[in-house]
């Protein structure tokens, strides 16, 4: 449910927002954390075939840091968020690959 949905929905409903539930819109976060996803997204993936997907290929990240027009005291902060946004990819990748050798071994 985007936050679009979820107020339209307390309008319908007469139901008071609550701003805890409600889920948060790209506009809510800092420009540096959307500039941190089109870096993440414009960055190569590492994929290999036996053992899956294992991380952002970050050759290209100056390049991009210069594109997206980040300054130097930010380069930290996008950095982390970048690291965050690969583990969690990496984690999901790996429960993928670990869920469909199961059912594999199952057979």
């Known amino acids: 449910?985007?936050?679009d949905q979820y107020l339209r929905m307390c309008e319908q409903?007469?139901?008071?927002?609550?701003w805890?539930?409600?889920?948060?819109?790209?506009?809510?976060?800092?420009?540096?954390?959307y500039i941190a996803m089109q870096?993440?997204?414009s960055l190569g993936n590492r994929v290999y075939g036996d053992v899956g997907y294992v991380g952002k290929d970050y050759t290209n990240l100056n390049?991009?840091?210069g594109h997206y027009y980040v300054e130097k005291?930010?380069?930290?902060?996008?950095?982390?968020?970048?690291?965050?946004?690969d583990r969690n990819q990496i984690e999901d990748s790996q429960s993928r690959m670990k869920a469909e050798m199961?059912?594999?071994?199952k057979r």
């Open 73 to 85: 005291h930010e380069e930290e902060w996008i950095f982390e968020l970048l690291l965050y946004l």
């Open 1 to 3: 449910m985007t936050k």
């Open 13 to 18: 409903t007469g139901e008071e927002i609550d």
């Open 39 to 41: 870096i993440f997204n």
């Open 63 to 65: 390049l991009l840091y």
């Open 20 to 33: 805890q539930r409600c889920p948060p819109d790209i506009d809510d976060f800092p420009e540096s954390v």
């Open 102 to 105: 199961d059912k594999i071994k």
